[in-house]
């Protein structure tokens, strides 16, 4: 069994969104539970992250932005929108969550373990260089791709979540250092997410949407991985991969409308950290708003993360959204 680097933070609770907000503590207690009861003993090594600096924030995000969020929290919070709140704590945690990968690459690469899961929130896949949106703050992937990239990496990220990774996908939407693909629900929050978005400039065709519609299932997505993602891999030869594990295209998840099982996110993370090297997969949690089914989902993401095939539910099927992934694959010359 392979060790995993587990990175989490009791702080990370203090980010008090209310206990009515769906992006609360208690799926953070979840996740936990479910990294827990993946029965990997000592395989799963529990780690603090350190805070990002400012340096390594302001690598994707706008020194503006970061300026203007420390003042706002420490002012007393409040609604940044409609979906996004802050508490004074909110800004510690924050820079836990945006640290929790520059964490994990310093510790993988110090040999500690072959994989990395990031137990944090505020999530981060949709703040953009210009704004925190959608639950999220800092984007805490493309903080830690940046750093990387900048050091001569070649990162492949996997979002999986329910909703499009907007703010990861502008952030590198130029740049191609960073291949990005996504996997989400179209149309939906936030609106982005076409395949016809693939990049642009030195990042034209770097970016790789795969826009599936209500109800696709886990066979859709595994032929999405073998017949997009790997195809795409092996042609940009990433020397990292990090994965935004969102667990809310789970079938029970009451904000969306896809149709995964925990089983499924077995064999997904399964198959995408293969992609990179060991010592070099990180997975970051994003979404996933039923905290029973965020619980198993967890499982089973920590139990592939350690090379141990654990499925607390069965794989699904239906076949829903085949279509996209053959337009992907002919729109990106993956074919054949």
């Known amino acids: 069994m392979a060790p995993v680097l587990l990175f989490t933070h009791d702080r990370l609770l203090e980010h008090d969104?209310?206990?009515?907000?769906?992006?609360?503590?208690?799926?953070?207690?979840?996740?936990?539970?479910?990294a827990e009861s993946a029965g990997l003993d000592d395989a799963l090594e529990r780690r603090a992250p350190r805070p990002a600096t400012r340096e390594e924030l302001v690598r994707v995000h706008r020194p503006e932005l970061v300026d203007a969020l420390e003042r706002f929290c420490a002012q007393g919070g409040g609604e940044?929108?409609?979906?996004?709140?802050?508490?004074?704590?909110?800004?510690?945690a924050a820079l836990l969550a945006a640290g929790s990968g520059l964490s994990a690459v310093e510790e993988l690469?110090?040999?500690?373990?072959?994989?990395?899961?990031?137990?944090?929130?505020?999530?981060?896949?949709?703040?953009?260089?210009?704004?925190?949106?959608?639950?999220c703050l800092f984007n805490n992937v493309a903080i830690t791709a940046a750093h990387l990239a900048e050091r001569g990496e070649k990162v492949l990220i996997v979002d999986w979540d329910a909703h499009h990774g907007n703010g990861t996908q502008e952030a590198f939407y130029d740049d191609g250092?960073?291949?990005?693909?996504?996997?989400?629900?179209?149309p939906?929050?936030?609106?982005?997410?076409?395949?016809t978005e693939t990049g642009c400039g030195a990042g034209e065709g770097f970016t790789v949407n795969l826009?599936?519609?209500?109800?696709?299932?886990?066979?859709t997505y595994r032929a999405a991985i073998e017949e997009v993602v790997v195809p795409a891999a092996e042609r940009f030869a990433p020397t990292w991969v990090l994965v935004s594990a969102g667990f809310d295209a789970h079938r029970d998840d009451p904000l969306t409308d896809l149709?995964?099982?925990?089983?499924?996110?077995?064999?997904?993370?399964?198959?995408?950290?293969?992609?990179?090297?060991?010592?070099?997969?990180?997975?970051f949690l994003e979404g996933g708003y039923d905290?029973?089914?965020?619980?198993?989902?967890?499982?089973?993401?920590?139990?592939?993360?350690?090379?141990?095939?654990?499925?607390?539910?069965?794989?699904?099927?239906?076949?829903?959204g085949r279509s996209v992934v053959e337009q992907v694959r002919a729109l990106h010359h993956l074919a054949g």
């Open 291 to 320: 905290l029973d089914a965020l619980a198993r989902s967890t499982a089973a993401c920590v139990g592939a993360l350690a090379g141990e095939e654990l499925r607390p539910e069965a794989v699904t099927s239906g076949s829903q």
């Open 17 to 34: 969104t209310g206990s009515w907000h769906p992006e609360r503590a208690a799926r953070l207690r979840s996740v936990l539970r479910g």
């Open 259 to 283: 149709g995964l099982s925990a089983g499924d996110y077995s064999d997904l993370t399964a198959r995408v950290v293969r992609l990179a090297s060991p010592g070099r997969r990180i997975c």
């Open 109 to 135: 690469e110090q040999g500690e373990a072959t994989a990395a899961f990031c137990a944090v929130r505020p999530p981060g896949h949709h703040a953009t260089p210009r704004r925190p949106m959608g639950f």
């Open 188 to 195: 939906f929050y936030p609106g982005t997410g076409d395949l």
């Open 80 to 92: 940044l929108d409609a979906d996004t709140i802050v508490v004074p704590a909110s800004w510690s």
């Open 177 to 186: 250092r960073v291949l990005f693909v996504s996997m989400h629900q179209y």
């Open 211 to 219: 826009p599936f519609p209500a109800g696709t299932s886990g066979d």
